[in-house]
């Protein structure tokens, strides 16, 4: 009886620790994919204000900027953001 219960206690442990080592991958998973989410949303972001950028450039000059003929001018704008 006593044997049966220190082997259950030590199945216990086992689990409790197979556990927690899954737990901290789960969540360290969690954090990368919330980092390359954060990566991601910024460079839409950055796409998205040199877009507005470039609507606003053709609002002030009232004329159509060409975004192709100005493509290095944008790619120093959206680094620079």
Same mark, same amino acid.
């Given at each position: 009886?006593?044997?049966?219960?220190?082997?259950?206690?030590? #199945? #216990?442990?086992?689990?409790?620790?197979?556990?927690?080592?899954?737990?901290?991958?789960?969540?360290?998973?969690?954090?990368?994919?919330?980092?390359?989410?954060? #990566?991601?949303?910024?460079?839409?972001?950055?796409?998205?204000?040199?877009?507005?950028?470039?609507?606003?450039?053709?609002? #002030?000059?009232?004329?159509?900027?060409?975004?192709?003929?100005?493509?290095?001018?944008?790619?120093?704008?959206?680094?620079?953001?």
């Amino acid at each position: 009886m006593v044997d049966a219960e220190r082997r259950a206690a030590e #199945i #216990i442990e086992e689990a409790k620790k197979h556990a927690l080592v899954e737990a901290a991958g789960i969540v360290e998973a969690a954090r990368h994919e919330a980092a390359s989410e954060a #990566i991601r949303l910024r460079d839409l972001l950055r796409d998205d204000v040199a877009g507005l950028a470039v609507k606003g450039a053709e609002q #002030i000059l009232k004329r159509e900027v060409n975004a192709a003929a100005h493509a290095d001018l944008l790619t120093q704008l959206k680094a620079e953001l």
